[in-house]
Structures are given as structure tokens and as C-alpha cells.
């Protein structure tokens, strides 16, 4: 059972590294805080997965005040998917043409709400950017779906400005990534494990990474 649990960790977080690259390829926009992360890293000049390694553990420095507790499965979030952005870059062409792009960003979508799935089944832990969330909820009593709009408006709307692409990827993350976690869930339950009716599929699939 823990065998199954940490390769299934490992795996769905270097699938959402994965992902996050081939979003970055189709060039038609990505998720809020991978906006963010693309500006910080034309700002910069350092790489994304650099940049998503950075911002984890300076978010967890924000979980002190927040009063939330990371599991080992958030410090392997903050390491892993910043790492398997970065050595998937070179090797994701970037999308030639407007066919292509629409493929590689369906691709994107699936292969990142199947990640989603893979590494929140284990329950080791919420990433750095979904504890962000749940404990600004709970310190203000705000709902999820409040905090979690605040959050990624925020996010994209600095990452824009610092360059970071926005555009119909982000709006097809924002309406389809809930729903296709919530399909593929079951098929990475872990029986004793896995919290289906609280996983945090609608609010907070997202990565975080």
C-alpha cells in the first residue's frame, strides 16, 4: 500500500511538470499561477521550473501565519514539478501551427487533470498554492471558491503584466480541469486512502504546482 502510494505521488507530480510544459508549448495560455511563473521567469531570466521551486517554498514561509501544517507529499510538490518542468521543456517541441497548438493544449489538459488525480489520491499532503487557499479560508472564513478566484485573478493579472501568457488555455483550464479531475479520480483511488467525497477536486485541482 505505501509502495503504491509514494510511486503514485512521484509519478502524478512529474506528469503535472509534464503537463505544464506542453501547456507552455501550445503557446495559447496556461493556468493562473503558471502565468505568474512564466513572467517571473522572462523577468528574471531564470527557468519556470526554477521559478515554481522558488515560489513553493517562499508560499510555505506564508502557511506560518496561515497555520498549516505541510506533509512530506507538499516539500516533494515543491521539489518535483518545478524539476520535470524544466527537463521537459527541451525535449516538448513548441506547436506548430494553430491545429497543433489546439492539440497540444486538449493533450495538456487531460495529461495535467490525470496528474491531478495521481498525486492527490495518496493524501500526502496538500501543494504549497492549495494550502495558500484552504488556510486563507479558514483564517478568514471565506468559502474556497472566494479564496481561490481572489488568488488565481491575482496571480494571473501580475503574471500577465509580467509577461506571462494568457489567453483561451487559461479560460479551458478554468472551466474544464474540475470536471475532468472529478471523471478520472476514481481511476487512482486508493482504497482506505483516498478521500473522493472531500478530494479537492472542483476548488482546488490545480495545480498547484
Known amino acids: 500500500m505505501m509502495f503504491r502510494r509514494i510511486t503514485q505521488l512521484a509519478v ?25 511563473h512564466q ?7 531564470v527557468t519556470p521550473g526554477v521559478v515554481i521551486i522558488v515560489l513553493s517554498f517562499l508560499l510555505l514561509l506564508v502557511w506560518i501565519p496561515l497555520r498549516q501544517k505541510p506533509g512530506w507529499g507538499t516539500l516533494a510538490n515543491a521539489i518535483v514539478v518545478g524539476l520535470f ?34 498525486y492527490i489520491s495518496p493524501n500526502f499532503g496538500p501543494g504549497a498554492r492549495d494550502g495558500l487557499m484552504t488556510g486563507l479560508s479558514r483564517r478568514t472564513g471565506w468559502s474556497l471558491r472566494l479564496c481561490r478566484t481572489l488568488i488565481e485573478v491575482t496571480v494571473a493579472a501580475i503574471g500577465w503584466a509580467l509577461g506571462g501568457v494568457l489567453g483561451v488555455g487559461t479560460v479551458a483550464y478554468a472551466l474544464c480541469i474540475g470536471p475532468l479531475v472529478q471523471w478520472i479520480m476514481p481511476l487512482f483511488a486508493i482504497k482506505g486512502i483516498t478521500k473522493l467525497k472531500n478530494a479537492p477536486v472542483n476548488e482546488v485541482a490545480k495545480a498547484d504546482a
Open 85 to 118: 518542468v524544466d527537463l521537459s521543456l527541451p525535449v516538448v517541441p513548441r506547436a506548430d501551427g494553430l491545429v497543433w497548438q489546439i492539440v497540444f493544449l486538449l493533450a495538456a489538459l487531460v495529461l495535467n487533470a490525470a496528474a491531478t488525480a495521481c
Open 12 to 36: 502524478g507530480l512529474a506528469l503535472y511538470g509534464f503537463s505544464i510544459a506542453v501547456f507552455i508549448r501550445a503557446g495559447l495560455g496556461t493556468s493562473p499561477w503558471d502565468i505568474l
Open 39 to 45: 513572467g517571473v521567469a522572462r523577468l528574471t531570466g
